[in-house]
């Protein structure tokens, strides 16, 4: 399945922040050939640009195409694929292991980023891993597997200190053995924010970067709509139907009185351990609750879920599991309204854009239009060598300059109401809609 899928997206422009971690930072590489191992301001995000760097890599190897590109995340796929039945025997009993790997393979947000060069991707397979050699009480491994899954992110970071509390919380006492295991993974970041301090000045942002304003803090307003939105996230896409299920049969556990299983016990205190770190970074902060970001939230989610139902009986335990299977087709299926931001790397629903752009920039070209006349938005003004490795320096222009002719329109853009209010009175010369995506070409 994961084959099949890389093999229908090998042709994929990059998208979303994508474009910043799977080609931006792979180009500042392999042109300068490696000889620095630090992004320059413009480029640095924060994170260790190690993803930047496997890119850039491949691309010496194999040669620079959005194929090769798309393929370098097939092994990272391989290891999700290998990690999921050992999961779900060593947290569920009576599983039907083949439909709830179908679970977690449809499931939209996980689906989506699969289907994208994403470092997350990287992050979520050695999470998996994690999951299972320290069920499996294999530390030695288990420490290996905690340094590139820490490592790929500031989000990595995260998860790695959520799953240290976690652990020690769920052993119920200080393990040397545990403090070991982690200490690789815990020293090569401390390491990593330290020079990069010493060498920069900062860590996370500084306030001349691009995305200073997403790391802002916020009032208490602000904080109030953050956690609602960061709610929002956890449930949408269709995920609302196993959090719903995962309530109603906790409450029905506590009311019964029956004590958490031995493998209930460690997902859900990671849950909690996972839910209060993620929260406590992100809500106070102006932009960074994103679908995307919560992925072990939604796989831990997964699990207990199936936890919860796995002592009814098995007619009961398939008719809900169908009921999620259900539940992530539709999520992965519907639109919001064009004023409504959706998570578009978050979803499958992003997936018709791709023909939609090329459709758009072929009828450009029948018409004699060059792109330097025509304004878009994120993830569409890179220019086309960066967005698709073709050796094509032209692009799109941004939306608010004023010396634009005409302007690429798509819901998947977040164009403010009032451009989209304005647009909407305009000249359409191209027009082009597909499972809710649509793409014009409106002449100003």
Known sequence: MYTLLTYTSQQHVFFGDMVQFGSRHAHYFFENNFSSLWLPNSL?????????????????????????????????????????PRLISNFISSANIIFICLLFFFEPTLFSQSSLTSPDIILVAFF?????????????????????????????????????????????????????????????????????????????????????????????KQISYNLFLMIWRWVDFGRIAFW????????????????????????????????????????????LIGHRYYMPIYIIGLIITLQLIEKYSKKRRTGIQVVIFIA?????????????????????????YYSLRADAIQYLNEKNISLQDVGAGFPNIDSR???????????????????????????????????????????????????????KVIQL
């Not at 010496?60 to 990690?83: D, E, R, T």
């Not at 004590?259 to 809500?283: D, H, M, W, Y």
């Not at 799109?396 to 004023?402: E, G, L, M």
Request: aromatic share 16%; proline share 4%; net charge positive.
């Open 44 to 84: 640095d995000s924060g994170h260790p640009p190690v993803f930047g760097m496997y890119m850039a890599l491949c691309w010496k190897i194999f040669g620079k195409s959005l194929v090769v590109s798309h393929w370098s995340m097939f092994p990272f796929l391989v290891l999700i694929a290998i990690a999921l």
């Open 128 to 220: 998996l891993w994690a999951l299972v050699l320290y069920k499996e009480e294999k530390y030695l491994w288990l420490s290996i597997m905690l340094v590139p899954m820490s490592f790929i992110s500031l989000r990595g970071m995260m998860v790695l200190f959520s799953l240290f509390i976690a652990i020690l919380i769920h052993q119920k006492k200080i393990n040397k053995k545990v403090i070991l295991t982690f200490v690789p993974a815990v020293g090569i970041c401390f390491y990593w924010l330290f020079r990069h301090y010493q060498l920069f000045g900062w860590i996370g942002f500084h306030s001349d970067s691009p995305w200073a304003s997403s790391f802002q803090t916020v009032g208490l």
């Open 244 to 287: 719903c299920i995962a309530l109603i049969f906790a409450i029905v556990q506590i009311r019964k009185h029956d004590k958490l299983s031995e493998k209930q016990q460690f997902p859900i205190i990671l849950l909690f351990t996972l839910g209060f770190v993620f929260t406590a970074n992100t809500i106070f902060a102006d932009g």
């Open 328 to 352: 992530f087709m539709i999520g992965a299926k519907y639109v919001y309204p064009s004023k409504i931001a959706m998570g578009w790397d978050a979803t499958p629903a992003h997936r018709p």
């Open 385 to 439: 060598e960066t967005l698709e490795l073709n050796g094509d320096t032209s692009s799109f222009q941004s939306y608010a300059n004023k010396n634009i002719k005409y302007i690429l329109w798509s819901n998947i853009f977040n164009y403010p109401d009032e451009l989209q209010d304005s647009l909407a009175t305009r000249k359409v010369l191209f027009e082009k809609e597909k499972n809710g995506v649509f793409m």
